[in-house]
């Protein structure tokens, strides 16, 4: 595939438009990726009859949500969920009415949202980033210290098949997820932020033995099907919100692929 196949395929590259939500979906594990940006008005999310052939968004789905602008509020059925910066949200499918604000129009919210298809019902829950568990990982001698923090999990929020989660690179680190992995028995998006208008991410794709890349600018995502790899590096430091659906949610199942497998 062509630079500008691969994009078309696996990249999204328009997300947080002003008072505006903003839907993709994928055929790969049907996953949906979006946003919302609540500027002047209330905004509602809304099933796709073509795509769902549903009445709600939730009718059948669960979402998780992560905002990544200012202070706002989802209400989910008449409860109203407080999201500060970097807070976490879990929807369980059925929910019927959800909605974003946000509490000042000069900073927004900006809220992330990724969605797959559910096949239990798990309560609304809500994590605040303080709050919410942190895994410290790599060294500044391999130029990859970060952090992880874990949402949505098999020890944190529960879900049907949604494990969705925040990793933060310190100053002077820029590669993530190296050595590679894939995951036969799910998928995964990323989405890169913290990035200047300068700056960008190489993001490495493809089966282990046939690699590709693609540059990502700030707020777009990424699709890495099951057999793909999903490494990056940076010509800064940068965040990236991960989100994977499939069959096993257990975050260490990863089919390593070793360092000199790579070409």
């Known amino acids: 595939m062509s630079t500008e196949e691969l994009r078309r395929a696996f990249v999204v590259e328009t997300l947080f438009k002003p008072d505006t939500v903003t839907m993709v979906y994928s ?60 807070d976490a949200l879990y929807i369980g499918r059925g929910s019927k009415k959800i909605e974003f604000e946000s509490d000042e129009k000069k900073n927004p919210a900006l809220y992330y949202i990724v969605s797959y298809p559910s096949h239990a019902t798990y309560p609304v829950a809500h994590s ?39 990793t933060e690179l310190e100053d002077g680190s820029v590669w993530n997820t190296m050595p590679s992995h894939t995951h036969q028995r799910r998928m995964e998006v990323y989405l890169y932020l913290g990035l200047d208008d300068e700056s960008f991410v190489v993001h490495l ?29 940076g010509t800064k430091n940068y965040s990236f919100i991960w989100a994977m659906g499939g069959e096993n949610q257990e975050f260490s199942d990863m089919d390593a692929v070793g360092m000199k497998d790579l070409l």
């Open 205 to 233: 794709m493809g089966k282990p033995s046939e690699t590709r890349s693609l540059i990502l600018r700030n707020h777009q995502a990424v699709i890495s099907p099951p057999w793909s790899i999903h490494s990056a590096a």
């Open 27 to 86: 055929d790969v594990d049907r996953v949906i990726v979006g946003s919302a940006v609540p500027l002047r008005k209330k905004l509602v999310l809304e099933a796709s009859r073509k795509e769902m052939a549903a009445e709600y968004f939730a009718e059948r789905r669960e979402i998780g949500i992560i905002n990544i602008g200012g202070k706002g509020s989802v209400k989910v059925d008449g409860t109203r969920h407080e999201m500060s910066t970097k």
């Open 128 to 166: 605040r980033f303080k709050e919410a568990s942190k895994t410290p990982l790599g060294s500044s001698h391999n130029a990859n210290a970060r952090t992880i923090t874990k949402f949505i999990h098999a020890d944190g929020i529960k879900s049907s098949q949604l494990v969705m989660g925040l």
